[in-house]
């Protein structure tokens, strides 16, 4: 699936996954930390951006990234050689990253099915490339229950935060979407962080194993 590079936005979010990445770390990683403890030395990630998820990694690994947004790269790279992660990037989709059949044992993403144009597409490129047993380990934001204030604003900013954020939909049941996605068992645990991004706010997190 291809994949058009806006020179603005792309810019924009390399520099605000920058910035204010450290912050919305401090969020997540209590939840980082559980899905992503003991990565093995080669791990797959779907849409690394500016490399948030390096740090979890053990130095010498080697990450595979799949990440199509050129001006998150020069940050990626960085963030690899600082903690001293071999990193093979490739500037694909996570609907096609290229990789084999049964080619890893783990695959990560964080953030990154919000995004997607096709979240099914995505989790069945997870399992075509996952050897058997193998585990896809997520931490994504999702759709507020029906009803709460904090859905009534995920409607009402869809379409400036989707522009913003690179497609990104704050409206999506990404539990349901794991769960109906062919894997052989699926963990998954909500929760609620406190940020002053509201509609970000509504989170899940966990394992599939196939």
Request: charged share 20%; glycine share 10%.
């Given at each position: 699936?291809?994949?058009?590079?806006?020179?603005?936005?792309?810019?924009?979010n390399?520099?605000?996954?920058?910035?204010?990445?450290?912050?919305?770390?401090?969020?997540?990683?209590?939840?980082?930390?559980?899905?992503?403890?003991?990565l093995?030395?080669?791990?797959?990630?779907?849409?690394?951006?500016?490399?948030a998820?390096?740090?979890?990694?053990?130095?010498?690994?080697s990450?595979?990234a799949?990440?199509?947004?050129?001006?998150?790269?020069?940050?990626?790279?960085?963030?690899?050689e600082?903690?001293?992660?071999?990193?093979?990037?490739r500037?694909?989709?996570?609907?096609?990253?290229?990789?084999?059949d049964?080619?890893?044992?783990?695959?990560?993403?964080?953030?990154?099915?919000?995004?997607?144009?096709?979240?099914?597409?995505?989790?069945?490129?997870?399992?075509?490339?996952?050897?058997?047993?193998?585990?896809?380990?997520?931490?994504?934001?999702?759709?507020a229950?029906?009803?709460t204030p904090?859905?009534?604003?995920?409607?009402?900013?869809?379409?400036?935060?989707?522009?913003?954020?690179?497609?990104?939909?704050?409206?999506?049941d990404l539990?349901?979407?794991?769960?109906?996605?062919?894997?052989?068992?699926?963990?998954?645990?909500?929760?609620?962080?406190?940020?002053?991004?509201?509609?970000?706010?509504?989170?899940?997190?966990?394992?599939?194993?196939?």
């Open positions: 699936m291809s994949y058009q590079v806006n020179p603005a936005r792309g810019r924009f390399a520099a605000f996954f920058s910035a204010l990445g450290p912050t919305l770390e401090r969020s997540l990683r209590p939840y980082k930390q559980v899905v992503f403890a003991g093995p030395s080669t791990v797959v990630e779907l849409g690394p951006g500016v490399g998820n390096v740090s979890y990694l053990s130095p010498g690994s990450l595979v799949v990440e199509p947004n050129r001006p998150m790269h020069r940050r990626l790279r960085a963030a690899a600082r903690h001293g992660v071999r990193l093979d990037l500037e694909r989709t996570a609907e096609g990253t290229g990789l084999p049964d080619a890893v044992d783990c695959v990560i993403s964080s953030l990154l099915l919000c995004t997607v144009a096709d979240p099914a597409a995505v989790l069945a490129e997870v399992r075509r490339i996952l050897r058997p047993g193998g585990t896809y380990r997520f931490v994504e934001h999702v759709a229950p029906a009803g904090t859905r009534v604003l995920q409607r009402g900013l869809r379409r400036p935060w989707g522009w913003t954020f690179e497609g990104c939909s704050c409206e999506r539990a349901a979407a794991v769960r109906g996605g062919g894997f052989a068992r699926v963990e998954v645990r909500p929760h609620r962080l406190h940020t002053p991004f509201v509609t970000f706010n509504t989170q899940i997190s966990g394992v599939a194993h196939a």
